[in-house]
């Protein structure tokens, strides 16, 4: 996906998060909705991560290195035109700055700004579907280019940094299938981690679904019941236990 690719879905999905906040707004009792998908959180607290992700990423940006997220603080007014604001600010600056500027990122192998259009384009969309699964609705669907940039990102950005070793095992392999887009993995746990291809190979276990739902699957949104599966599903099941962000 390019970097007008994200930038088309970061603003969809972002409009649909000021959307929501607005309608929590004047139904206060929004706020107050759970989002299974987050913990504890509330739809407030989601919607206030979100507007502390975007202030943080794009003062980091501006600072040309990491800020401190503790220190980004609600302004006065509402959860939402703190949003609304902040998303405002940071695809500002992102217009501003072509994919191959120099930017500060948290990850030391990708010192560009084309991290953050990935990366705000997945976060962006994972927290719409986040909190429209909290209102209890059918989230409309991700995109099925950018779910599978979103698994291989995972493999790529977040194993690799923040739990490299969470998946150690004795050679098992699991194989994940896209059944709507070009996208296989063949994940091996090998005794000090696991390593990742884009393969299709016969796996102790396979899982079959859109997309969508593998993307869904990996970060911990939706179980393996949700899944097409042959084989020993209990790896899937360890899969969610230690992979953990």
Known sequence: ?????YAELRAAEGARLNEIAADAERLPDMWSRQVP???????????AHCATVWTFVRSSITAGARVDPAAVAKPSGSVAQWHADAFDALTDLMTGRPPDAEAWTWDPEQQSMSFWWRRMAHETTMHRWDAEAALGMTPALIDPELAVDGVDELFDVYVRLRNPTGFAGNGETVHLHATDAHGEWVITRG???????????KS????????????LFVWGRIGPDRLETFGDTALLEDWQRLVRF
Request: charged letters at 25%; aromatic letters at 2%; hydrophobic letters at 45%.
């Open 204 to 215: 102790d276990v396979a899982a079959r679904a859109p997309a969508q739902d593998l993307l």
């Open 191 to 201: 005794s000090d981690g696991m390593t990742v291809e884009r393969a299709h190979a």
């Open 1 to 5: 996906m390019d970097a007008t690719g």
């Open 37 to 47: 998908s987050c913990g504890d959180w509330t739809l407030e607290a989601l919607i």
